[in-house]
């Protein structure tokens, strides 16, 4: 899970704060196969599932480390609705692309600012992702096992537009935050 963070040009100069996802942290995403075949070549799938996953934002002032402590963790509810293209089967393996929407809903997401965690940003609840992808069906003697790498990019800017109490210059430092998810996934149908 990452952050496309834009900083804000307007309050650079005032707090000097530069904000930075610096590491990124692996999360599970756990979800059911629903598979429409519409035709030898195209699918339509929708996999309704649950994500959990965690984003560090660090911010820097004239380079130098100020705070690191701004750990957003998300759990997500998710419906991605997405058409799949398959190329001509080759033995027991066809390759596919893959895209679409997903509706992401997070549930911890928080709703005010706790006084017991540094945290001084809180993001949106919804958001609408475009995913693309791509990946390999391979037909095995009882299932099938599908191995896909999957870009996910959120399209609303989740930041919500409140600073916390004691603490502007974090929020002061970021204009807009979108989301963007990397998904190596694991079907077995």
Known sequence: MDFNITPSQKNFQTDSLYPEVS??????NIQIVTNLRASDHFDVRFLPGVSFGQ??????????????????ESSFLEFP??????GDRMNNVRPYIIGGLNYRYDLAGKKEFD?????????????????????LDFYLTYFKLSVELKMSNGLGNVLIKEAAPGHPQFYNAIDKIKSQIWILAFHFE
């Not at 590491?23 to 599970?28: A, C, D, E, R, S």
């Not at 984003?55 to 957003?72: P, S, T």
């Not at 609705?81 to 398959?86: D, I, S, V």
């Open 115 to 135: 006084d017991a965690k540094p945290i001084y940003l809180r993001l949106k609840r919804p958001d609408l992702y475009y995913e693309m992808g791509a990946g």
């Open 81 to 86: 609705l997405l058409l799949k293209y398959k």
């Open 23 to 28: 590491i990124l942290n692996p999360g599970i």
């Open 55 to 72: 984003r560090v934002i660090r911010f820097y002032k004239n380079r130098v480390l100020v705070n690191d402590q701004q750990r957003l």
